[in-house]
């Protein structure tokens, strides 16, 4: 009886390890998820589909959240202008980080920047708290992104 048992729990596992290896090698995709148009959860990558260099989202913030924006740079030296406005005054959103498609990052910034950009990929931008000052946000912030 005690064999019956281990052998049923030696190939239960074996086949949990081969289920999560299979889940591993198809999940080998880049972690960018799209969501529909300017919906967020709490750990979203929105994609940014630039039109003539530029593109506006408007996008709902809770306490805490952090949204990444994830846009593609095919030609580059570029010079981005990105900026953040929340919809009501006052409101506590900013752009918290770049991160380039080499894995290198920047930040914190404000409510705007102006960064050159200087590879072609996949660039990342932050939108979060600055969880220094003022309270936490919730409503709605609009970011719009230009290239120059």
Known sequence: MIRLVLIILVCSCGNQHEKNRERNSEGASPVIQKKQEGSASA???????????????????????????????????????????PEQPGGNVRLAQIFMPDGSADGPFGNQMEYKLSQTGLYRIVVAENQMVGTPYYGKFNLSVNLK
Not at 48 to 69: H, S, W, Y
Not at 77 to 83: A, Y
């Open 43 to 85: 750990t979203d990558s929105i994609m940014l589909q630039l039109e003539d260099g530029q593109a506006k989202k408007t996008v709902p913030m809770e306490k805490g959240k952090r949204i990444t924006f994830v846009f593609e740079i095919k030609k580059a030296p570029v010079v981005l202008f990105v900026k953040v406005v």
